[in-house]
Structure formats: structure tokens, C-alpha cells
């Protein structure tokens, strides 16, 4: 039931968007990838918020200088963000933190192996969600992954861990190329 009510949310919220995968999850990703890399940004911010069972702080604001993350902060105060328990973000917390190159591989490399919930794409075990795309710059704005469907041996999906993640960016800042 709570994968459906998931499945069904993110199916009206994809129409709401007028996000449509006419010609395919992968073509998406392409256009809005080729997009976001003709911006050429080399120094840009976001805040993500990613939910799911883990204790990342609820919203960061990631800092990217020349393509590699600079900092991550609490985007209210500042302020070095921390993880759930207090411990600093960084460093020892920095891979739970993406650049938006990285996050589009992410996407691509889901894609690829697990196919596509929404169109249910060869593969589909389920995988990564209907991904919605900022109109101006290409960047994803918000997707999940759900890694929390297994077959059994006689075919049938069976739920058995909550180990998926969820993603939304919002507050883009960037710094235009010089070039």
C-alpha cells in the first residue's frame, strides 16, 4: 500500500509538472543534462533535503567550486552543517553529499540498471522514480530511489527493508562562467 500511494504521488505530481516521459527516462536525462552543461557553471549552491532512514540533517546547502564540494552548511544560519547525532558534516560525511554532475550519474546509472517506475522500463526492480528538471537550467530537482523491492523465486514483489532515498533540491545559486 505505501508503495503504491508513493508511486501514485509521484504520478500526479509528474502531471502537475508537465513533466513527460514521451520519449523516455533516459532521453529526459540527456536533454536536461546537455542543458545544465551548457551553463558551464563552475561555482554554484544548492539545498538539498533528502529523507530517508539515516541521519543527514534534514536540509544542507551544498557549495561546489570547480565541480567538487566545497562545504556543506546549515542553509538557515550558515553555519557548519551537522548530522543528526551533532558530528560535523565534514569531512567524514562528505559522500553523502553529491555535486549535480554527480547526482545526474546517479540518476543515469539507475536508469540503466533498474530501468524506470514510472514507464516500467525492462529492468524495473523498481528504481529511481519520475525525475523532475529545473525548466531554466536542467538540473533535477526531484527524484527517489527505492532499492526496497526484491523477486522471490516465483516472481512476485515482495517488500522487505525501507532503504530507499529521497531528493529534492531548491535554492540554486550559481556563479556565470567567465567564458
Known sequence: MKYFLSTLHIIILAGFTG???????????????ALWESHNFSYY???VSKS??????PDARVIVADNMIYDVVDPL?????TMQNGE?????????FETIDELFDLIASEIESKGDALTGAPGWIPGISAVLYDERYGFP?????????????????????????SYRLRGFVAVPSGD
Open 141 to 165: 530537482t526531484a527524484f527517489s530511489i527505492d532499492h526496497s523491492v526484491h523477486l522471490d523465486a516465483d516472481g512476485l514483489r515482495t517488500t522487505i527493508t525501507d532503504s530507499g532515498i
Open 19 to 33: 513533466v513527460t516521459h514521451a520519449q523516455g527516462p533516459q532521453a529526459d536525462l540527456d536533454r536536461n543534462r
Open 52 to 57: 530517508c532512514f539515516c541521519f543527514l540533517p
Open 77 to 81: 544560519s550558515g553555519e557548519a552543517a
Open 88 to 96: 560535523a558534516v565534514l569531512p567524514r560525511f562528505i559522500e553523502e
Open 45 to 47: 549552491s544548492f539545498v
